[in-house]
C-alpha cells in the first residue's frame, strides 16, 4: 500500500512538472488539466450514489485521460521529469513531527520557518523553546 501511495505521489509530481514545461503540447497540457480538474470536482459523469459505477467512472476516466497526455508528450520529455522526480523522492527524508510543527509555526509568523523560534539562542531557555504570546 506504501508503494502504491508512492507511485502515486511521484505521478502527480510528473504531471505538475510536465504541465509547466514549455516543451510539453498543448493539448497534453489540456488532457492533464481536465484530468486533475475531474478528479477534484465534486461533479461526476456518473454519479457516485450508482453502485460500482460510481466509482469505477473516477478509476476510469482520470488514468486514461493521463496516460493519452503521456503518449502525446515526447519520450525524452517525460523520461527527464521521471528521473527528476524519482531522484527528488530518492533524496527525500522523514520529517519529524516537532520539526514539521515548527516548520508550519514559523509560516504562520512565529519563527524564521526552520525551526527557530524568536529569542532562539539568547541563552533564555523559555525563550528559546517556547513562543512569547502578548
Known amino acids: ?18 504541465l509547466r514545461d514549455p516543451r510539453t503540447p498543448w493539448l497534453a497540457r489540456i488532457l492533464l488539466g481536465c484530468a486533475v480538474a475531474y478528479a477534484a470536482s465534486p461533479i461526476d459523469l456518473i454519479p457516485d450514489l450508482v453502485p460500482v459505477l460510481g466509482h ?18 515526447p519520450k525524452a520529455v517525460v523520461r527527464e521529469h521521471r528521473l527528476a522526480v524519482r531522484g527528488r523522492s530518492a533524496g527525500r527524508r522523514e520529517v519529524a513531527p516537532i520539526d514539521l510543527a515548527q516548520r508550519v509555526g514559523g509560516f504562520l509568523g512565529e519563527g524564521d520557518g526552520r525551526g527557530r523560534w524568536p529569542g532562539a539562542g539568547t541563552g533564555d531557555v523559555r525563550a528559546s523553546t517556547m513562543p512569547r504570546r502578548g
Open 56 to 73: 469505477l467512472d473516477d478509476a476510469v476516466i482520470v488514468p486514461s485521460l493521463v496516460v493519452l497526455a503521456l503518449a502525446l508528450v
Open 1 to 18: 500500500m506504501k508503494k502504491a501511495a508512492r507511485r502515486l505521489v511521484e505521478e502527480l509530481r510528473l504531471c505538475r512538472l510536465l
